[in-house]
């Protein structure tokens, strides 16, 4: 017994083979020859960014045979595209195929399968979506209540319908949406991020999400002191001026406070002031001492290493009276005011705010003593009054005021007259009544009354605005003998007279008619007096 080694070739499909031995006669046997099968199915890498590729490997147990092997492909995801076969060449023993993916908004793990002669053997592939690679923010500082712009950027394109990345920040002083969207085929998105007022510079982390998660940093600036103005820049001692403080940008949710300083004792200044929250200003009064000369006062004030100043010029009080000449008029008359300082007007004069507290006297809003002087003088006019009034007459510098009283009176009543003095009764006389003054505004009223009932008077008669007389009518009745009558007028406390003779009817004429009659026949005789009969 011998043996002997029978070589033998790949081949692609089962093959029985005979083999014969020959020695005295014939003997065979018979070999069959199977093909290799698919032992495996691998990718590599195992986990793609969707859109990458990968590549997968079909290795057969041995070498394929002449013309090769082809074996099957597929894929249980769509987002995970094989060739449908991939051909093993003969003598061989593996052959490669490319996996292209496709952009995922969420992982996805895909089966890939690879069939020979009814043997499938697979291998999971993994595509996972773009993610983050950076996040960032511009400008990287601002004051609060100002807005930035914030990027988000992928390491990939994103899919077709877009990918959002979640958005999150570290503080209130800074908020951005939950969420941005990196449209489809687009590798960045930006996003807008709102900022608050606050009261100390704060850093505040944004940070972007999708499998990892990406972070920068945002300064969000408390607002600072940036300006300081007085107005007036120059007051009178004892006056105030209003200061005002500015922020470049709306003060924290606390607000924010300014500290505040004068360089001289006579303007008088709080330690602080407070922008309120969401303000950019805010005043305070400066409160001034009247000096001796005139002096410059610093104010100061300091926030954040910010400082401003502004200057206050004080100059001193001098105001020492008011006065009027004369310190009585009838309504209607004039008067001359005198204000009277303590020393010599500076340059450009001292300004006098002059006013009054009754109607009746009007003065000019102001005097201004000239440079040098002590005293100025004003006119003081007034209007026609009905009964005696009082104004109280005000001089003020700054916050120092000086006053004097001054008496309007009203028009006196000069007369009553009639005419004609003497009446027949039955017929009228005029009465008229005479003012020393013209009468006021709505005009001036004057009582009547008579002391005998054959005549008779109205109530009153009211003299026209303006005007010095005013008429009435005096009516008379039938008498038996002349009378006479006092017609008097009062007006407040003054009256004033006349008188009027109201005498009986005369006998003017007698007639016959007709003149001439038969002796037997009436005729009629007529007498006529010279007024009405008494009753």
């Known amino acids: 017994m011998g043996t002997f080694t029978i070589n033998t070739s790949a081949v692609n499909t089962s093959t029985a083979v005979t083999i014969t031995a020959t020695l005295n006669g014939t003997q065979t046997a018979t070999l069959t020859l199977t093909p290799a099968m698919l032992q495996t199915i691998s990718v590599s890498p195992t986990s793609v960014l969707g859109g990458a590729s990968a590549t997968g490997t079909a290795t057969l147990a041995g070498n394929a045979g002449a013309g090769g092997l082809s074996v099957a492909l597929g894929s249980s995801s769509t987002s995970a595209l094989t060739p449908p076969t991939v051909n093993i060449s003969a003598g061989t023993s593996s052959a490669t195929f490319t996996i292209k993916t496709s952009s995922v908004n969420s992982s996805v793990t895909a089966t890939i399968t690879g069939t020979l002669a009814g043997i499938s053997k697979t291998a999971s592939l993994t595509i996972t979506p773009p993610d983050i690679t950076a996040i960032s923010v511009a400008p990287g500082s601002v004051i609060g209540t100002v807005g930035a712009v914030g990027t988000v ?66 300064t969000v600036k408390a607002a600072t002191l940036s300006g300081l103005v007085l107005t007036p820049t120059s007051v009178l001692g004892s006056a105030n001026s209003s200061g005002t403080v500015t922020l470049n940008y709306p003060a924290g949710p606390a607000g924010t406070s300014v500290s505040l300083s004068s360089s001289d004792s006579h303007a008088i200044v709080p330690s602080s002031a407070n922008v309120p929250a969401g303000a950019t200003s805010t005043t305070f009064v400066a409160s001034t001492t009247s000096p001796t000369t005139v002096v410059t006062a610093t104010i100061t004030a300091a926030q954040g290493g910010q400082t401003k100043t502004a200057t206050l010029t004080i100059s001193p009080t001098n105001l020492l009276s008011i006065t009027v000449a004369p310190k009585a008029v009838l309504g209607g008359a004039g008067a001359t005011g005198t204000v009277t300082l303590s020393s010599a007007a500076p340059a450009g004069g001292s300004f006098i705010n002059l006013s009054s507290n009754s109607s009746a006297a009007q003065l000019p809003g102001s005097v201004t003593v000239p440079q040098g002087a002590t005293s100025a003088t004003f006119a003081v006019t007034t209007i026609a009054v009905t009964a005696t009034s009082f104004a109280t007459l005000t001089a003020s510098q700054a916050a120092h005021t000086v006053t004097c009283s001054f008496e309007i009176d009203p028009a006196p009543l000069v007369s009553v007259s009639v005419n004609p003095i003497l009446v027949v009764s039955g017929s009228t006389a005029t009465g008229t009544i005479t003012l020393g003054q013209k009468a006021p505004s709505g ?35 039938g008498i038996v003998s002349s009378t006479g009558v006092t017609i008097t007028a009062t007006a407040g406390a003054v009256m004033r007279t006349a008188y009027l003779t109201v005498t009986s009817p005369a006998l003017v004429s007698l007639s016959v008619s007709p003149s001439l009659v038969t002796g037997g026949q009436p005729a009629t005789g007529t007498v006529t007096l010279s007024g009405p009969a008494p009753t």
């Open 153 to 218: 950027t992928l390491g990939t394109a994103a899919p077709t319908s877009g990918i959002a990345i979640t958005l999150s920040s570290s503080s209130p002083a800074a908020t951005v949406p939950s969420s941005v969207t990196v449209s489809g085929g687009q590798t960045s998105a930006t996003f807008n991020v709102s900022t608050t007022a606050v009261n100390t510079d704060t850093t505040v982390t944004l940070t972007g999400t999708i499998t990892s998660s990406r972070t920068t940093t945002l």
């Open 443 to 477: 005009g001036y009223t004057v009582s009547l009354s008579v002391d005998q009932s054959c005549a008779s008077v109205p109530a009153t008669v009211t003299v026209a605005s303006g005007t010095l007389t005013g008429t009435f009518t005096v009516h008379t009745t």
